[in-house]
């Protein structure tokens, strides 16, 4: 199917592991990002890439790792969990990242950290 | 400091009722205001969006303003249907220098929709 998708749907990991959540979407669009989504907060961007090999920071970085060498996937890594980064976590993308551009969301991957 | 504020919290109402869901923000520079519609365990799905110089804008039951001087949005529901319960999400664009708008998210209005 066409769209933007997550793997895995939950994963329960341990402190200290390093972990992988996958996005992969089928638009080739130029943007995509990273999102967690906590109680009492809104969805708080941790990265974005604008293309292929160009990735940023956004306000909630730390922790995380991300690579983009296809314009298709957009994998974040928790290169030693913590359970601060227990969350919900959903990828987006969008054509450009422009003022009028709508972002498609996938379906979120729920991690917990034990 | 860029903020985006949603009420009620929390919302019930009868199949069938109309409702109207409120957005407050102080975001500069603005550039769009978005409504999104998140189902439970799935991620957020665009209703509207809304630039500076539209007031009003429909998409189906929904109908969205923006007052963009007094920096308020509503998302009004008509005749709603049990599948209108969901997380109801305001988001606004702001437009930085280069490229990338910062989309700034509210915490949400949980609708629940009872027969």
């Known amino acids: 199917d066409a769209g933007i998708t997550q793997s895995p749907r939950y994963k329960i990991t341990e402190t200290g592991r390093q972990v992988t ?8 669009h130029s943007y995509m990002f990273w999102y967690r989504q906590d ?19 956004g306000e909630v970085p730390d922790g995380y790792v991300v690579s983009r060498s296809k314009t298709e996937n957009f994998p974040l890594t928790l290169e030693s969990a913590t359970r601060s980064q227990t969350s919900v976590y959903f990828c987006a993308s969008s054509e450009s990242g422009g003022w009028n551009t709508e972002a498609f969301f996938g379906q979120g991957t729920r991690l917990t950290v034990v | 400091k860029n903020q985006v ?3 009620p919290q929390s919302l019930i109402i009868l199949e069938g009722k109309n409702c109207t869901l409120q957005c407050n923000y102080t975001v500069s520079p ?29 998409n189906g039951r929904y109908t969205a303003t923006l007052d ?34 910062k989309l700034i998210f509210g915490t949400g209005t949980l609708l629940a929709v009872q027969p």
């Open chain 2, 5 to 7: 504020e949603q009420s």
């Open chain 1, 39 to 57: 109680l009492g907060h809104g969805l708080r961007l941790i990265y974005y890439s604008a293309a292929a090999d160009i990735t940023d920071k």
């Open chain 2, 68 to 101: 963009a001087d007094t920096k308020q949005s509503s998302l009004h529901i008509t005749a709603s249907q049990l599948s209108d319960s969901a997380s109801y999400i305001c988001v606004v664009s702001a437009r930085y220098g280069g490229a990338t708008n």
């Open chain 1, 21 to 28: 959540l996958m996005c992969h979407q089928t638009w080739s």
């Open chain 2, 30 to 58: 603005f550039s769009n205001l978005r409504w999104y519609k998140q189902d439970t365990g799935r991620g957020p799905v665009s209703l509207t969006i809304m630039t500076f110089s539209e007031n009003t804008k429909s």
